[in-house]
């Protein structure tokens, strides 16, 4: 089992930037892949941003460009740093791992895109 908890979130305006951190504890050992979704208000929770063991990256297309997931094994921590974020980016932003066909969820934190 691994327990993820987020930070980073906040208000911020369009244009802006910020950077959310995701910590694991627990197992650690046992995680594959690491990955951001967010729930926009009113909305079902949409994938965002993957990163797996080896480095690989994917992002969904309406952030292509403007997010980067990174992620420090010797930390047990996976980022993801938002730039020129849009009021659509609105959401509360969830950190995900896989452990072979588990998954476990952070908390969430809220990010909130306005003038």
């Known amino acids: 089992q691994v327990r993820l908890v987020e930070s980073g979130g906040g208000l911020v305006q369009p244009g802006g930037s910020l950077r959310l951190s995701c910590v694991a504890s627990?197992?650690?050992?046992?995680?594959?892949?690491l990955g951001w979704h967010r729930r926009p208000p009113g909305k079902h929770r949409e994938p965002v941003a993957t990163?797996?063991?080896?480095?690989?990256?994917t992002y969904v297309d309406s952030v292509k460009g403007r997010f980067t997931i990174s992620r420090d094994n010797a930390k047990n921590t996976v980022y993801l740093q938002m730039n020129s974020l849009k009021p659509e980016d609105t959401a509360v932003y969830y950190c995900?791992?896989?452990?072979?066909?588990?998954?476990?969820w952070g908390q969430g934190t809220q990010v909130t895109v306005s003038s």
């Open positions: 627990g197992n650690v050992f046992s995680i594959n892949d």
């Open positions: 995900s791992s896989t452990e072979n066909g588990f998954r476990s």
């Open positions: 990163i797996t063991s080896l480095g690989t990256r």
